[in-house]
Every structure is written in C-alpha cells, then in structure tokens.
C-alpha cells in the first residue's frame, strides 16, 4: 500500500503543498485533479523521491520513499514515472527503447515482452521506426510502454494522453488501464482530462490552495460535486441558489418561474449547449436543438 502521511513541499520556502494525507492499494487507479499549478506534478515528484520531504513520510509497503539526500540514484525499482518529457533515446527505434531495460540473456522473452507493449500501446506499424522520426503523441507512448518493461508495482503517470489525438485517445486508454488492472499495477495519474479519470480511477483527489478538498469515487464527486471547482472538471455548470447543477441537469420548458435571453447556441453532439442570459448572468442549459440569439425562453430543472 502506498501511504502518504502529512507532507509538506515548498521550492525555496514558498509552500506549495500543506499537509497532505491519502493512501492507495496496489493495484488500484488514483486520479490527481486541480487546476494548473495547483501542484499535481510536484506531488508526483515528491512520491517518486524526486525531492526531499521537510516533513511528513511517504511509503510504499514496508520501504519508505526517500529523496536525493538519501539516495545516490532517484527513484525506485518498484516505480516508474511517465514524464511531461518523455526522456528517450532518439536514435534508436521504438523497440529498442522498451526493450533497453529488459535482461539481453532471454532474448526471446525480451522479444516477447516488447512485442506485448508494442501492442498495449498500439504501436505495432512503429515497432522498427527511430524514435526521432515519431510525433508526439506516439513518443508519449513509447514512454508509458517503456515504464511498464519491467513491470513495475505502482507507475506514476503526468497528463499521460495529452499529445496522442482524439482518434487514438480512448481505445488506447482502455488498453493501458485494463493492463494495468489485469497485472494489479497501481497508478497515479495527474490530469486535466476528466476522459483520464471517469470509467478508470477508483479515487479522486482534488487538489486546491495546497491542500486535498475532496478525495471520493469519480461517481461520487460527479453526483455530488460540493464545490464548483468539482463541478467544473466534469462539465459545464451553474451555481443557482448555492446549488450547483450541470447544463444536463436543466431543460427548456413551456413555462416556468425562470426565464431568460438566449445568447449562444453552442453544438456539442449530442445535443446543444445553451448560453442564457438571466438575472444578468450566464446560465448554460441542455437542448435538443439551436435556438437562435435573442429568444425568450423558460427553463427549470430536471427532475
Ligand atoms: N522547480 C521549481 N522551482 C520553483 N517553483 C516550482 C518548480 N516547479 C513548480 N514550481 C511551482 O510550484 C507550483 C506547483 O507546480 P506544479 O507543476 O506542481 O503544478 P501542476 O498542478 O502540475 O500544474 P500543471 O497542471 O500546469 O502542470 C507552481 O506555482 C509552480 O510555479
């Protein structure tokens, strides 16, 4: 079990995290969320050892994570780390960058085990191509088929689908959260893409003005988002009366107490998102279809 007992981090004496406490198990999906320099990548480095703790313990089972005064070389055996930057070898190919760490004397089985990130990853047309000629988004994953050759018991992962494109995104997803799963490998992703977190994380932690506000099941905070920072990870919202309820969660009707001045008819698939103007506010609201700018409409909530 990982167990992270009131640490504190600051760089050059200005606080950036205040004590935080959260454990996970093995092989379970924690999610960080919180807003740009809210301190998801600090964390991820402060659970790596990649700085030393001025207060506060961080463990995985029996070992303590410790930082550079206590150890030569960063990082442990049992961990890996996925990067903003991916740190590869550019002049050799996809292939030899996963199998770099993987023992030469059992050359089939390191082939073998190649072969299976290669497809994890979905990089299979790849497999020979120099790392240097890649995009992005296939880099990013050479890199978490990388951090995963030696089977590691917890991966910690920075924005990990950041760079690969919406066509690739969500079965490439699946697959490495269902690997993950299937060899009980626990993880840690940081992210701003709630498609990282809904329908994989176990947990959720959110992280704002230093501190953890809420750590619950994505359902859960979902349902029950609290607070409108919550709310605005998953979807458009509003706050009415101190409630807060989601664009879905209010319909246009026939008559109501609620009235207002269409603005913007946004398309999102589905449906339409409503911009109306009420109480000199801006209040989003669900709709099968576009209503053109300036119409009187009535709304009230779904039940
Ligand atoms: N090496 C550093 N030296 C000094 N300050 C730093 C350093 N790295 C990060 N910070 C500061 O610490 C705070 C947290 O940064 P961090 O990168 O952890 O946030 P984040 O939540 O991961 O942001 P993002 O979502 O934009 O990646 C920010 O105010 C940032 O400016």
Same mark, same amino acid.
């Given at each position: 079990?990982?167990?992270?007992?009131?640490?504190?981090?600051?760089?050059?004496?200005?606080?950036?995290?205040?004590?935080?406490?959260?454990?996970?198990?093995?092989?379970?999906?924690?999610?960080?969320?919180?807003? @740009?320099? @809210?301190?998801?990548?600090?964390?991820?480095?402060?659970?790596?050892?990649?700085?030393?703790?001025?207060?506060?313990?961080?463990?995985?089972?029996?070992?303590?994570?410790?930082?550079?005064?206590? *150890?030569?070389?960063?990082?442990?055996?049992?961990?890996?780390?996925?990067?903003?930057?991916?740190?590869?070898?550019?002049?050799?190919?996809?292939?030899?960058?996963?199998?770099?760490?993987?023992?030469?004397?059992?050359?089939?089985?390191?082939?073998?085990?190649?072969?299976?990130?290669?497809?994890?990853?979905?990089?299979?047309?790849?497999?020979?191509?120099?790392?240097?000629?890649?995009?992005?988004?296939?880099?990013?994953?050479?890199?978490?088929?990388?951090?995963?050759? &030696?089977?590691?018991?917890?991966?910690?992962?920075?924005?990990?689908? @950041?760079?690969?494109?919406?066509?690739?995104?969500?079965?490439?997803?699946?697959?490495?959260?269902?690997?993950?799963?299937?060899? *009980?490998?626990?993880?840690?992703?940081?992210?701003?893409?709630?498609?990282?977190?809904?329908?994989?994380?176990?947990?959720?932690?959110?992280?704002?003005? &230093?501190?953890?506000?809420?750590?619950?099941?994505?359902?859960?905070?979902?349902?029950?988002?609290?607070?409108?920072?919550?709310?605005?990870?998953?979807?458009?919202?509003?706050?009415?009366?101190?409630?807060?309820?989601?664009?879905?969660?209010? &319909?246009?009707?026939?008559?109501?107490?609620?009235?207002?001045?269409?603005?913007?008819?946004?398309? *999102?698939?589905?449906?339409?998102?409503?911009?109306?103007?009420?109480? @000199?506010?801006?209040?989003?609201?669900?709709?099968?279809?576009?209503?053109?700018?300036?119409?009187?409409?009535?709304?009230?909530?779904?039940?």
């Amino acid at each position: 079990m990982l167990q992270v007992k009131n640490i504190h981090f600051g760089y050059d004496k200005i606080l950036v995290l205040e004590d935080l406490s959260f454990s996970l198990n093995p092989g379970r999906n924690l999610a960080i969320i919180g807003e @740009s320099g @809210s301190g998801k990548s600090t964390l991820l480095k402060l659970l790596y050892g990649e700085y030393d703790l001025p207060q506060g313990e961080i463990f995985w089972k029996e070992q303590q994570i410790l930082g550079p005064k206590y *150890n030569l070389v960063i990082g442990y055996d049992f961990m890996k780390y996925v990067t903003q930057e991916f740190d590869l070898m550019p002049f050799i190919t996809v292939e030899e960058n996963i199998g770099k760490y993987l023992s030469r004397f059992y050359p089939e089985e390191k082939q073998q085990r190649t072969h299976e990130l290669i497809k994890v990853v979905e990089l299979e047309a790849f497999a020979k191509t120099k790392v240097k000629n890649l995009s992005g988004g296939q880099k990013q994953r050479v890199a978490l088929a990388r951090a995963l050759a &030696k089977q590691p018991e917890i991966l910690l992962l920075d924005e990990p689908f @950041s760079h690969i494109d919406n066509f690739k995104k969500q079965s490439l997803r699946r697959s490495v959260f269902k690997y993950l799963k299937e060899k *009980n490998i626990a993880c840690i992703v940081a992210t701003h893409d709630k498609n990282d977190v809904l329908g994989f994380a176990d947990k959720m932690l959110v992280l704002h003005h &230093k501190t953890i506000i809420a750590q619950d099941t994505p359902q859960n905070l979902y349902n029950n988002p609290k607070l409108p920072l919550i709310a605005s990870f998953f979807d458009e919202f509003n706050s009415i009366d101190g409630e807060i309820y989601y664009a879905h969660q209010l &319909k246009i009707v026939e008559e109501s107490d609620l009235k207002g001045v269409v603005k913007s008819s946004y398309f *999102n698939g589905e449906s339409w998102l409503l911009e109306v103007e009420h109480d @000199s506010k801006s209040v989003f609201v669900e709709h099968h279809s576009e209503i053109v700018p300036k119409s009187c409409v009535y709304f009230s909530f779904n039940n």
